[in-house]
């Protein structure tokens, strides 16, 4: 049996804009501004995943990779080995379940799975059907909620060590 080749999807082409903005980026990979703006003009035209993308590369957001259940919603743990035996590998399910920080590393873990079983975790109906699985991608954004300030207090009687003192936020 031959295998297929996946079908190059084809790009639309940039804007103006869009390609000037690209190009700024490519030219200052570390300039933070030029990814944020770029992942605003993004946002705009209705592309939440390539904007997430950016502002993951700037530092101001993170974007994790989950594989949930669209049956109940449930999140895969990922693979465990068993407690009993060391040998049995177990696929757990839960509200939080287990994160991906590259796209890759879960691509890499759906593969070692043997796809062409027609089940994720498991054989026959002791798995999940692969059309029952998706792909979640999570972005969390660095918001800065409030600065505290430090304070140290006098050496203590305890071996002369100086107490901190973390302020509480007022308002």
């Known amino acids: 049996m031959a295998k297929r080749k996946a079908k190059a999807r084809a790009a639309a082409p940039m804007s103006p804009d869009e390609a000037g903005l690209v190009a700024f980026v490519q030219a200052n990979p570390d ?6 703006a770029l992942a605003d003009w993004l946002d705009e035209h209705d592309r939440p995943l390539d904007a ?14 989950k594989l949930r259940r669209k049956s109940d919603g449930l999140f895969s743990e990922g693979r465990e080995q068993s407690r009993g035996t060391g040998i049995d590998i177990v696929y757990r399910w839960s509200t939080k379940g287990k994160s991906w920080r590259r796209l890759e590393d879960l691509r890499a873990h759906l593969a070692a799975l043997r796809p062409w079983n027609r089940t994720y975790g498991g054989r026959g109906k002791a798995g999940t059907p692969w059309t029952d699985l ?3 991608v999570v972005e969390v954004r660095a918001v800065v909620l409030a600065h505290l300030p430090i304070a ?13 003192v973390i302020g509480e936020p007022t308002g």
Do not use: C, M, N, W
């Open 134 to 136: 998706e792909v979640v």
């Open 31 to 36: 300039d933070t501004t030029a990814r944020a």
């Open 152 to 164: 140290f207090g006098k050496p203590g009687q305890d071996r002369g060590t100086k107490s901190i």
């Open 52 to 65: 997430a993308k950016q502002r993951d590369a700037a530092g101001l957001s993170e974007v994790y990779y």
